[in-house]
């Protein structure tokens, strides 16, 4: 059964209903179909904080997926689900891989940042101030990607950037 049978959020319901109503009047393939309807499933998933499904469904809908920038979404929300599984590195690789599909993505170099960020933050808990220091250098070019890509977002990032003296234009 399709994951929106089982939900009982109507929000959620009356998205799914669209997006398939959408998907049947739209030229797409019976693959890119199939693609969709995993990918809407994983999102489903991963709005609930059901990881596992979510994760597979994103994997079953990069097999099908064929379109660059399909993916890099795809392949975003993978990185994000292994963020939240405590997974740094493999979030990272996740988000770079998104970012290779699709340059103009703001939300991958903002969550390496965020990764990069929380590891400085690891640092001066493990009293290393070298590292910690890196890791923020780190933080602070990848945002400073992210909000060349989008100057209207990351506020807290660019305000981070002015206390702690990383300034960049935006």
Known sequence: MPRFQRNDNSTDKTFTV????SL????ASEGEREAFTHYRDGMSAQSEGEYAEALWNHHKAMRLETDPYDRSYILHNIGLIHTSNGKHAKAS?????AL???PFLPQAPNNMAVI???RGEQAIQ???PAASEAWFDRAAEYWKRAIALSPNSYIEAQNWSRITRRFFDA
Not at 18 to 21: F, H, K
Request: proline share 5%; with cysteine.
């Open 24 to 27: 049947q009047v739209s030229p």
């Open 116 to 118: 990069c960020h929380y």
């Open 126 to 128: 493990q009293e290393d």
């Open 100 to 102: 290779e599909r699709n």
């Open 18 to 21: 669209s997006a398939d109503t």
């Open 93 to 97: 690789e996740y988000h770079f891989q």
